[in-house]
């Protein structure tokens, strides 16, 4: 008996290190909810909102209460074909699907090991998107994908762990900014999405950091940025 005691305790204590029951009104917003996550997942997915709420606010923008449903699932496949993706954020019904972070670690984006750090990161990424796109309203089909992405990576690396970036940035793999905003096309984010987001990250330095942020949010820049 006392055997079978034990091992059911060793049981639940291996189920304790995996998915969290499904939490509503998570991270302090009544829109939130967080399903299948691990501890450490669902405290970067608090991180994320609170860094970005704040970054947003800094650039001018007081964004309203994030509504998301947060989906932590052993593998994630991109909607409409079988790749397998960190994650992504569908525009539909708000909601991020990332793949456990443990569940990656095969994966190094920028020839860096996979870490917590950098996985936070791609979890950020989308959320990023998120907030954008909730920003723009309906227009947000009028910018092209490549400068959603464009948008989302310059906030991933601006936000990341400053470790992390600090490393990334002094590797940064010959990347520098695109001589002017025409430059950029979704043949550079197709080719390699490593250096375009190096590439995106400096462009925004480059083009007046925040104040182009602000100003690629609201689309106040030249006509060649936007679809007709």
Not at 34 to 61: D, H, M, N, P
């Amino acid at each position: 008996m006392r055997s079978v005691l034990y091992k059911c305790l060793i049981l639940i204590a291996i189920l304790s290190l995996r998915a969290l029951p499904a939490s509503a009104d998570a991270c302090g917003y009544t829109g939130v909810r967080i399903e299948g996550a691990q501890a450490v997942e669902e405290k970067a997915a608090c991180a994320s909102i609170e860094k970005l709420t704040v970054y947003f606010r800094s650039i001018g923008i007081e964004s309203a209460a994030p509504t998301i449903h947060f989906y932590f699932k052993p593998e994630v496949i991109l909607p409409g074909t079988e790749t397998r993706v960190h994650g992504y954020f569908d525009t539909d019904d708000n909601s991020i699907h990332m793949t456990h972070f443990e569940g990656q670690a095969g994966r190094m984006p920028w020839g860096f090991v996979w870490s917590e750090a950098m996985a936070s990161s791609f979890l950020l990424h989308e959320v990023a998107h998120l907030f954008a796109i909730s920003y723009m309203g309906g227009d947000f089909r009028k910018l092209q994908r490549h400068w959603h992405e464009f948008l989302a990576y310059s906030l991933q690396i601006e936000l990341m762990d400053p470790e992390l970036k600090q490393r990334l940035l002094q590797f940064n793999g010959g990347a520098t900014a695109f001589e002017k905003p025409g430059d950029v096309s979704s043949m550079h984010y197709e080719m390699d999405p490593d250096r375009y987001a190096l590439r995106a990250y400096f462009s925004t330095q480059k083009w007046g950091g925040v104040t182009f942020m602000k100003n690629l949010l609201n689309r106040k820049i030249p006509e060649s940025l936007v679809t007709r």
